[in-house]
């Protein structure tokens, strides 16, 4: 097998927050990047920043501005290097959106899936790892939870991802060759420790994490806790938070140990500890030092009370485990938030 330094990989979305992170990551194993993403809700700063950490140039870390449901956009991407892999992260991923538009979830989602994999086949690549949710379990069978168990997503934005899913498994076995690792991830936050690539959301953000460093630094005046009468001991939803270096190391453990994989591969990426929406806020109170005032609120449809993973999979079949806490989350997005108050506008 060739050594790392001479294979090529194909990052779609690659200027994205799990997308940029994991570019620094498969660099530093000495991968070669070509980075296609539409700009759509990221920014090309990332690549500048994913550059400068790892010494990187124009060559080792490629960038087309493209769209991946744009054949030729993908053609010029893929003419770059002899690619090896691709990881695919490049989509839509806000439920409520998805809610509104799902069509567009399709189109993206979806129908970008399907030119990415036209693309592989046109330039003979068959090594796939893919970016999936733990959206696809819907409210799980049971915690933690573990890939056998029933899925069934509750948003467009879900069944996008578990029909993606489907699609891989369909192709990998229509002809042999297929490698594809299908990672759900459970919920990604943190940032680089450098503090100079993180999430940069586009208005309010939906989700936990940046919403709390967001009112920290000061952008907004307080947090809303979504409904504090659920049946766990605190009253608040549990999630999975999982520092996103360490997901982005999942992804180069699964291109690392992808001949273990014959077809597609469903694995979950979590650290297999849940934490409360207030463990959380006490977490990055005492990460900013700032107040942090919530407000509690109504539940927000269609969530979850409980979801946290069985890592065992991925330490089994990738040698992967989460190591950072949730404190070195906290601190980490923060030294990004802090560093950048407008995120890559600053
Ligand atoms: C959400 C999506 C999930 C998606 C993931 C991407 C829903 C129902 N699920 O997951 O499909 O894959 O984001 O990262 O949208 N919370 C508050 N106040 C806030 C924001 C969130 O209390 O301002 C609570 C939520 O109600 C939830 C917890 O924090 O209990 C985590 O929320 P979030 O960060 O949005 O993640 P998920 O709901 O797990």
């Avoid at 799990?18 to 990332?46: F, K, P």
């Avoid at 090594?127 to 733990?134: A, H, I, K, R, W």
């Avoid at 891989?168 to 100079?196: I, K, M, T």
Wanted: with cysteine; glycine share 10%.
């Amino acid at each position: 097998m060739s050594e790392p330094e001479d294979r090529t990989v194909v990052v779609t979305g690659g200027a994205g927050y799990i997308g940029s992170h994991t570019c620094v990551v498969l660099l530093e194993a000495g991968w070669r990047v070509v980075v296609i993403d539409n700009l759509d809700n990221s920014s090309e700063v990332a690549i500048d920043r994913v550059r400068e950490l790892t010494g990187a140039d124009a060559d080792r870390c490629a960038f087309v501005e493209g769209d991946i449901r744009e054949p030729a956009d993908l053609d010029r991407a893929f003419a770059v290097g002899d690619a090896a892999a691709v990881v695919h992260f490049a989509g839509r991923k806000a439920v409520g959106e998805s809610v509104d538009h799902p069509l567009w979830y399709y189109d993206h989602n979806v129908g970008g899936t399907v030119c990415l994999l036209e693309a592989m086949q046109r330039h003979g690549v068959r090594d796939l790892v893919f970016s999936s949710s733990c959206t696809v379990y819907g409210e799980p069978e049971g915690v933690p939870i573990t890939e056998g168990m029933r899925v069934g997503a509750q948003s467009p934005y879900g069944r996008t991802k578990l029909i993606i899913e489907e699609m891989l498994a369909d192709v990998a076995a229509s002809e042999p060759g297929w490698r594809v690792a299908l990672l759900r991830y459970f919920n990604p936050v943190g940032a680089h420790p450098s503090g100079r690539i993180g999430e940069d959301p586009v208005g309010i953000p939906n989700n936990l994490m940046p919403y709390i460093m967001q009112v920290a630094v000061g952008r907004r005046d307080h947090l809303t806790v979504n409904g504090d009468d659920y049946p766990t001991p605190d009253g608040t939803c549990i999630r999975d938070y999982l520092h996103v270096v360490d997901l982005a190391e999942g992804h180069l453990a699964a291109l690392d140990h992808i001949d273990r994989l014959d077809g597609a591969i469903a694995v979950n990426l979590g650290t297999g500890v849940g934490s409360s929406v207030l463990d959380v806020v006490h977490a990055a109170r005492a990460a900013t030092g700032q107040p942090i005032p919530y407000e509690v609120g109504p539940r927000r449809a269609g969530d979850v009370v409980a979801a946290w993973a069985d890592p065992t999979a991925a330490a089994e079949l990738l040698g992967w485990r989460a190591t950072r806490t949730l404190d070195e989350m906290c601190a980490d997005h923060w030294r990004w938030q802090a560093t950048n108050p407008a995120g890559y506008a600053s």
